[in-house]
């Protein structure tokens, strides 16, 4: 089964930019649809964006399309999160996922234990 770790969160300024990782590991992420999603206190967790397995078409949440972009390197087993322009109400617990198919969240699981952004002045 894949396993994630998930890094690059912190805290910044509304307008900043951070980029997010998520290293895989026990399998191939290959085979898999990739996903970001978040959760911030309070609330239940939300999709953010997702991947096909080769790469070749992403998704976003209305909320964050134009400033995130979602990146695999399947050579390196890793998944990227850029994320520009953040905005306070982007502040979450950000998770990433394998999935058997990009449009069908319901098939997301192995998360990792992410990573925190705080957007604060």
């Known amino acids: 089964q894949v396993r994630f770790v998930e890094s690059g969160g912190g805290l910044v300024q509304p307008g900043a930019s951070l980029n997010l990782s998520c290293a895989a590991s026990?399998?191939?992420?290959?085979?898999?649809?990739i996903g970001w999603f978040r959760q911030a206190p309070g609330k239940e967790r939300e999709f953010v964006s997702t991947?096909?397995?080769?790469?070749?078409?992403?998704y976003y949440a209305d909320s964050v399309k134009g400033r995130f972009t979602i990146s695999r390197d399947n050579a390196k087993n890793t998944v990227y999160l850029q994320m520009n322009n953040l905005k306070p109400e982007d502040t979450a617990v950000y998770y990433c996922?394998?999935?058997?198919?990009?449009?069908?969240?319901?098939?997301?699981?192995?998360w990792g234990q992410g990573t925190q952004v705080t957007v604060s002045s």
């Open positions: 026990g399998a191939t992420l290959d085979y898999y649809a």
């Open positions: 991947i096909t397995r080769g790469g070749g078409t992403t």
């Open positions: 996922a394998s999935g058997k198919a990009a449009t069908v969240l319901s098939s997301f699981d192995s």
